[in-house]
């Protein structure tokens, strides 16, 4: 595991797996939100953000985090392993509402920005049922040389992080 993408829905947990896998792997850890926005939350246009990705692909150990599914075949075809949470959407928005909490609206040093909206809300909503099978084409399509996880609860992934951290060890 030295080229991971990290994918799911908004609140799943992405940011924070990538930060542990980081850690544990000792891998250095890309958030899109941060590369895709700037601080004042404006967007790249297309063509840079997939040119920006393919340059971080580039590299020989990374962890991503972010869906961006226009993109997502770039970081599929260069990953050995992607780790797809498939979360319950109230797991997710229990997620994002803890993350308010905790960090309040605005964009953190991780890249993710908190902003609430129903928009999103419905994004979260439908995500298993709109998302998810264009998720499970492109990763049919695009990850075949990869190890792919799905995980589908909190119990899951740590689970998942313990067994990383014990063949971490084993090998260490």
């Not at 992934?157 to 260490?172: E, I, S």
Request: hydrophobic share 45%.
């Amino acid at each position: 595991m030295r080229r991971i993408a990290v994918i799911g829905c908004g609140g799943s947990g992405k940011t924070h797996l990538a930060r542990r896998l980081g850690a544990l792997l000792d891998v250095p850890v890309i958030h899109l939100d941060a590369v895709y926005y700037d601080s004042a939350w404006n967007a790249l246009p297309q063509e840079k953000f997939a040119a920006l990705q393919e340059e971080l692909v580039a590299a020989p150990a990374w962890v991503i985090d972010g869906n961006y599914a226009s993109t997502l075949p770039i970081r599929l075809k260069a990953a050995d392993t992607v780790v797809f949470l498939d979360l319950p959407w109230w797991t997710c928005l229990w997620g994002i509402a803890q993350r308010q909490w905790r960090h309040g609206a605005g964009q953190h040093d991780q890249g993710v920005y908190n902003r609430i909206t129903w928009g999103f809300v419905r994004y979260v909503l439908g995500y298993r049922r709109r998302m998810r099978p264009r998720v499970e084409r492109l990763l049919a399509e695009h990850a075949r040389g990869a190890d792919v996880v799905v995980l589908r609860g909190r119990r899951a992934v740590r689970r998942f992080l313990t067994q990383v951290a014990r063949a971490t060890r084993a090998h260490a």
